[in-house]
């Protein structure tokens, strides 16, 4: 048989089928009595009061808004309560701390789901020892009281400071500690993966990472 007949013939036979798929939801809503259009509303509605509810709950914990640490021991605490934290190590006097401030600050209330917080790394050695934090600014992500991943320097954000929020965003939904379709082959503005860029690896060290000049005032 011709090889163009065959893709035909398959062409027609996927058409068929998702005609009868589409006849057949068609025909159950037509036999749909009051009744059970009644309980799919129902259904529905209390689907939305459960998520309007959750939604307050988290507000309630700090979510929607990119808030302070101010002491080491309440970040474990934190991690525990929230099930996805961004948690941003920083230092006032390096100015691409502020860089990632500003990004966070637009992000947190757009993701709801995640509790965005920073804490300054110099009154937290331990926890900086801890997670091996040594190089400012990084990104610790948390998912389920786990670190997920770090964004260490710019690496992962085009290595440039003028990155649009919308890269940060992509890097975030690579860990999956933000709902964002995140292509790892297509970042935002730039037509290639960025250097260092790791997708949904699991977690690395953090710490010995070569950017240094990430740390400089």
């Known amino acids: 048989m011709d090889v163009n007949k ?39 509605l209390a689907a939305l009061k459960k998520q309007a509810s959750k939604k307050q709950e988290l507000l309630q914990m ?11 021991k309440e970040f474990f605490p934190i991690c525990q309560k929230s ?28 993701h709801v789901g995640t509790k965005f917080c920073k804490i300054d790394a ?6 900086c020892e801890r997670l091996k934090v040594r190089v ?13 991943d770090f964004v260490v320097g710019f690496d992962d954000l085009g290595g440039v400071d003028d990155f649009p929020t ?15 379709d995140a292509d790892p082959t297509n970042p935002p503005t730039l037509g290639q993966k960025p250097k260092g860029a790791r997708g949904k690896k699991a977690i690395r060290g953090g710490g010995d990472d070569s950017d240094d000049d990430s740390d400089d005032d």
């Open 62 to 72: 700090g979510h929607g808004q990119y808030t302070e640490i101010p002491e080491e």
């Open 6 to 44: 065959i893709v035909e013939q398959q062409v027609l036979q996927a058409a068929q089928a998702v005609e009868e798929q589409i006849d057949a939801e068609m025909s159950r809503l037509d036999n749909m009595d009051e009744d059970d259009l009644d309980r799919i509303h129902q259904k529905r």
């Open 136 to 148: 400012l600014p990084t990104i610790c992500l948390v998912i389920d009281g786990k670190t997920k």
């Open 166 to 180: 919308e890269m940060m965003e992509w890097r975030l939904g690579l860990s999956g500690v933000i709902d964002c």
């Open 122 to 127: 110099e009154k937290c050695k331990w926890l």
């Open 83 to 110: 099930p996805r934290v961004v948690c941003h190590f920083y230092r006032e006097s390096t100015f691409r701390c502020k860089i990632v401030d500003k990004h966070l600050a637009i992000l947190a209330p757009k």
